[in-house]
């Protein structure tokens, strides 16, 4: 079942995703050589629960952490430890709030001092897709326009999108139908309805798309240790396109229901 929500339920999901771009924006002053993911969990749960939401991924199926903190060759899911981040690494953070009973979902890859250039070109190219993704949300197209797009994107640039991972409704709880793989043939799937509301969050390697979950049974990891990227927005469909629920913008300010438009 693929939710239509409301417009109060839709102004819910909002706040929580509100919540979620600013304790991204917060973590980014702090993410430098020497820091730990421990560090930037504790820094991110207590934002998150100033703001009157919880932390959504704590507890949830077990998982320990407020965030996901996944650094080079690691995926997604990985777990915040003692680890100090490095110049030149990558880290993938991921967060989700709950608060009133609705989900907000977000993540984004951010380099830790002077980074690769052709790392530097996998991070914008993952970017990219997102939004070349998003652009293809509107009322009529299929599912599978979002994940075609993004697939064709992040192959013409020489990269490959993760398989086995995929984006979710979201609203009421945190992961919710349809899957969204970021992958596929155009024209296929649930016809694109306003009211739906997606989490769309591409993950590109540098290498080849395999993957596999290390002992903790929670960290991916690219199959051949190769860097990887992810990015994410949750988005409400309207009559006249895709909305972000809370944008961030290079200059550092957060869009509320700012439309990405397809060019």
Not at 33 to 40: A, N
Not at 81 to 88: E, I, N, P, Y
Not at 226 to 250: L, Q, R, T
Request: some cysteine; proline content about 4%.
């Amino acid at each position: 079942m693929i939710y239509i929500r409301s417009t109060s339920e839709i102004e819910k999901i909002q706040e929580s995703n509100r919540i979620n771009y600013e304790t991204l924006l917060n973590l980014g002053k702090y993410i430098k050589p020497g820091i730990t993911t421990l560090e930037l969990d504790t820094i991110a749960e207590d934002y998150i629960r100033s703001q009157g939401g919880k932390p959504a991924f704590k507890g949830y199926r077990g998982f320990p952490s407020t965030l996901c903190t996944s650094i080079n060759e690691q995926v997604v899911h990985g777990i915040p430890s003692k680890r100090k981040l490095l110049d030149g690494d990558i880290i993938g953070i991921d967060v989700g709030v709950e608060k009133d009973g609705y989900f907000g979902d977000a993540a984004f890859t951010y380099s830790v001092g002077s980074i690769d250039e052709k790392i530097e070109k996998l991070m914008n190219t993952t970017r990219e897709a997102l939004y070349l993704g998003i652009a293809k949300a509107v009322p009529g197209n299929r599912l599978s326009d979002i994940g075609n797009t993004i697939q064709t994107h992040v192959e013409n640039n020489g990269f490959s999108v993760v398989r086995v991972l995929v984006g979710h409704g979201i609203g009421s709880n945190l992961h919710e139908e349809p899957e969204i793989p970021n992958f596929g043939v155009a024209g296929r799937g649930p016809v694109i309805k306003p009211g739906m509301v997606f989490a769309i969050e591409p993950m590109v390697n540098m290498g080849i798309f395999k993957v596999k979950t290390l002992d903790d049974n929670w960290t991916v990891v690219t199959h051949d240790n190769k860097v990887s990227a992810h990015y994410e927005h949750s988005i409400v469909i309207k009559e006249d396109g895709p909305y972000i629920m809370a944008d961030i913008k290079d200059k550092g300010e957060i869009e509320f229901y700012g439309k990405r438009k397809s060019n």
